[in-house]
């Protein structure tokens, strides 16, 4: 029996409408097909669909545990996709621009689960910051990016795994609008000495520079974080020696 003919048990966002919960259910019980994939080479571990219910087009990321330790360790504590629910909660609740929560699901094979997907809303129009970093609009990105990260610093955010795959941009007709996705490693900033912000945006640089960014661009996304007095007690020169020292090898 394939996963789309079983039985999912999900768990619901608090967002989420009563009308929307029965498109949602049905998006996994006939929609998680090969026609509605998409994102087929990014990984070898998951697989990732776009799905659209009658309201609304969803983005349905699921997790296959093909192990019995792998799932034997996903009955005793919470899935990364029920983790990420969460989290994406915590993002809204505190004004991060990110796709809306929908729900996260477990199939289960006896008592234990067998998969796990989470689904969220399917940003239109957007496409991964990387893309139109390499581009000949990256330039133009600088703005922007300097200002979504101003944001969540402000919001007391720190994401232990930035990188410009886990940003999505829209486009320049609507001003380069940013959304964070895959906030597992989300947590809350420790305070005012907490260096982890200024490490985040170090990964965040050193990430550019092993994607091929050109080390110009790295340079003045770096002044202008430093600028903006992202990256404190670290001036621009601190900065970019952290960001090369996670880049290597």
Same mark, same amino acid.
């Given at each position: ?48 669909? =776009? ?9 349905? =990321? ?9 799932? %034997? ?6 899935? =990364?996709?029920?983790?990420? %629910? ?25 008592? %234990? ?16 910051? =990387? ?20 944001? %969540? ?97």
């Amino acid at each position: 029996m394939s996963l789309q003919q079983q039985a999912w048990r999900i768990s619901f966002s608090r967002e989420i409408r009563p009308e929307e919960k029965l498109g949602l259910a049905q998006a996994l019980g006939m929609g998680l097909v090969q026609a509605n994939r998409i994102l087929e080479a990014h990984s070898r571990v998951k697989r990732f669909y =776009k799905v659209q219910t009658e309201t609304v087009a969803v983005f349905v =990321k699921l997790r296959e545990f093909n192990s019995w330790a792998r799932r %034997l360790g996903r009955a005793l504590r919470p899935t =990364k996709e029920e983790r990420e %629910l969460a989290n994406y909660g915590l993002l809204r609740s505190l004004g991060v621009p990110c796709p809306r929560p929908l729900a996260s699901a477990k199939l289960q094979k006896g008592s %234990l689960p067998r998969a796990s997907v989470l689904v969220t809303q399917f940003l239109e129009h957007t496409r991964p910051l =990387k893309e139109l970093l390499l581009g000949p609009q990256g330039p133009l990105l600088l703005e922007p990016l300097g200002n979504f990260l101003g944001l %969540l610093k402000k919001a007391g955010i720190l994401h232990q795994d930035l990188q410009w795959e886990n940003i999505l941009a829209g486009s320049l007709r609507e001003g380069f609008p940013l959304y964070l996705v895959d906030p597992l490693h989300v947590r809350a900033a420790a305070g005012q000495g907490d260096l982890g912000f200024s490490m985040s945006l170090a990964w965040f640089l050193g990430f550019m520079l092993r994607g091929g960014a050109a080390q110009e661009l790295v340079g003045l996304l770096a002044g202008h974080m430093v600028r903006l007095g992202l990256c404190n007690p670290w001036d621009q020169e601190e900065l970019l020696l952290r960001a090369r020292e996670l880049a290597a090898p």
